[in-house]
């Protein structure tokens, strides 16, 4: 049975998807309005098959990496839905459901991820997960901002105006929306790696500059950390910010593959 739920939710994922990447490229209200409720109706799925992991696992939301992934992607769409009884963005529906699909078909792997060891179910573990976790579902809203930024940009530079460009947002507007989600964000995952590091230390499992998962969470913090101080000292905005948003997002999601990686390395 919950196998059959998390295809199904897979399965309306991906037409979620498909459907805002129809209405991105050819526009119109019923586009909107049915992927918007594929959307909800993938939310309330995931949201059944997050619960039902918890009752047949028996542990907590940080009980190994599949579960954070869980949670992770159930939190992204649910993000970009509160943001949208904000302000109507319905387009980057169409980056921000295939980041949700590949985070949520990575937690399929169960077979693959090993359990978090119980001595280390404590205050700053939970602490450390669940402000990366928060901090990282920022950062994908950012890297779905961001974007969108460039794709708008473009199509200005080329004077492609109409079509695509006219269902975007405004580029001040994409702008300013992807400084208030990193800088919102950055603090949480800063959080995140000081509590993991703190554990990292007490359990001696490592120094932090290590060629490893965390290697890439602390990449991203530096990539995230220059676009706030070169917007503050620098003015830098718009492409290089948007630019900035992408890798460090792409690094906080490389940390989480290494993460899954180590568990099916260790079981293999």
Known sequence: MATILFIATALLYATAGTLYLVHLSRGGESLERWAARALVASVVSHGAVLAADLLLSGTGLAGNIR????????????????????????????????ITLLFFLGAGLREGVSRIPPGLHRAMLYLHIGASTLGTVLFALAFAVALGYIIQERLLRSRRIGGLFNRLPALD?????????????????????????????????????????????VLAWLFFAGVLLTRVTMGWRGRRAAVGTILGFACAATTLLGYLLAGILLLA
């Open 173 to 217: 507007l994409l702008d300013d929306l992807g400084l208030r989600l990193v800088t919102l964000g950055f603090p949480l995952f800063t959080l995140g790696i000081v509590a993991g590091s703190i554990w990292a230390v007490k359990l001696q499992a490592g120094a932090l500059l290590t060629w490893s998962p965390h290697g890439f969470a």
């Open 67 to 98: 579960q954070t992934l869980v949670v992770l992607s159930l939190l992204i769409p649910t993000g970009y839905l509160v943001q949208m009884r904000r302000g109507r963005l319905p387009v980057l529906g169409a980056f921000i459901t295939p």
